[in-house]
């Protein structure tokens, strides 16, 4: 692509990415989430690899540690729901911590979000990756 798309590209994707984070952060107060956020940044990703070559996506966006990623969010979501099967008898039972601010009233749904928006960030990259790929 040409230099104008590639400088765009890369004054874009900071700026999304911490629209991202924000998604995820502040998913339980308003409409967003764990996935909205990874959607974000699977399309960060695909606006990286379309602007600049294959050959340099490939190797910043290895897929083998898009699928380590992806395991561990999936463990992540997992001993969640485990510690309130445990501290609550219910799996993925919500069970609030005595903190303030603005994620007094959030309990569990917080942590689960960053894990989702893990999972679909690395899923999407995934995705992305294997749209891109070079063929023979």
């Known amino acids: 692509m040409s230099l104008i798309s590639r400088t765009a590209a890369r004054w874009i994707a900071i700026p999304a990415f911490a629209y991202a984070i924000c998604l995820v952060l502040t998913g339980h107060l308003s409409p967003g989430g764990g996935f909205a956020g990874g959607v974000v940044v ?11 070559e294959v050959g340099i ?17 999936l463990l992540c979501l997992l001993a969640l729901g485990t510690m309130g099967l445990l501290i609550t008898g219910f799996f993925l039972r919500n069970f609030p911590p005595k903190v303030g601010g603005p994620f007094s009233m959030a309990g569990l749904i917080v942590p689960l979000y960053v894990c989702i928006g893990v999972i679909v960030g690395y899923e ?7 749209l891109f790929e070079r063929r023979p």
């Open 42 to 52: 699977g399309l960060i990703v695909a606006l990286l690899t379309s602007a600049f």
């Open 57 to 73: 996506s490939e190797e910043r966006i290895n897929p083998t540690t898009a699928h380590i990623g992806r395991v561990l969010g």
């Open 124 to 130: 999407t990259s995934l995705i992305v990756y294997y």
